[in-house]
Nanobody, 115 residues
Framework: QVQLVESGGGLVQPGGSLRLSCAASGSIFSRNIMGWYRQAPGKQREFVAFISTAGDTNFVDSVKGRFTISRDNAKNTVYLQMNSLKPEDTAVYYC?????????WGQGTQVTVSS
């Protein structure tokens, strides 16, 4: 059974940084594009970024230039480095494959950007 466990969230001031990690059981990383997604209060979950098995990346426009995504296939882990955080980045962040699978959603990690 595949499990994705997100970590690294927290409370940070505007302009600050956080690095999120997503560790997976199983062997999904080696053959899948991996993505980060987020859900803000009262909003639908949205795509944030993905990274292919070859390392190609793509980002939603609102985070371009501020977020980077990376993966370590040996550790079955995908990372999201978030810099220059803004209050509108506040959300629960999830990882999943790209496209997503409904049975892969984990608990997510809360990111709160506030002064």
């Amino acid at each position: 059974q595949v499990q994705l466990v997100e970590s690294g969230g927290g409370l940070v001031q505007p302009g600050g940084s956080l690095r999120l990690s997503c560790a997976a059981s199983g062997s999904i990383f080696s053959r899948n594009i991996m993505g980060w997604y987020r859900q803000a209060p009262g909003k639908q979950r949205e795509f944030v970024a993905f990274i292919s098995t070859a390392g190609d990346t793509n980002f939603v426009d609102s985070v371009k230039g501020r977020f980077t995504i990376s993966r370590d296939n040996a550790k079955n882990t995908v990372y999201l480095q978030m810099n220059s955080l803004k209050p509108e980045d506040t959300a629960v962040y999830y990882c999943n494959t790209f496209p997503t699978r409904s049975d892969y959603w984990g608990q997510g990690t809360q990111v709160t950007v506030s002064s």
